[in-house]
């Protein structure tokens, strides 16, 4: 892989790597995302009901937006505006899965 550029994080997930444009203040929350991320795709991978990246992948975002859904009914997630640049920079890494 070649060398991201300097805004650039490099997140693995289900072993494979992606750049992701991130501002250095959301470096730490992209990292923690990302873990998360790859725990929950592992999981489904392992329940073996899921089969393929791209399946497992839409399920953890499901999975992870229903969460937040219900987070949200009860008052304890962040305010959406704080989730849009996460979500986006998702959408792209879920984007270049595609592409592959």
Known sequence: MSKP???AV???ILDREYQVAC???ERDALSSA???L???MR???ASGHVIGLERIAVMAALNLSHELLVAGKSGNAAP???LHPLI???DKTLAQLDAE
Do not use: F, G, T
């Open 5 to 7: 550029p300097a805004n």
């Open 10 to 12: 490099v997140v693995r």
């Open 80 to 82: 959406a505006q704080d």
């Open 23 to 25: 501002p250095p203040e």
């Open 88 to 90: 986006s920079r998702l």
């Open 34 to 36: 990302a873990r998360q």
């Open 38 to 40: 790859d725990e929950r």
């Open 43 to 45: 999981a489904i991978r």
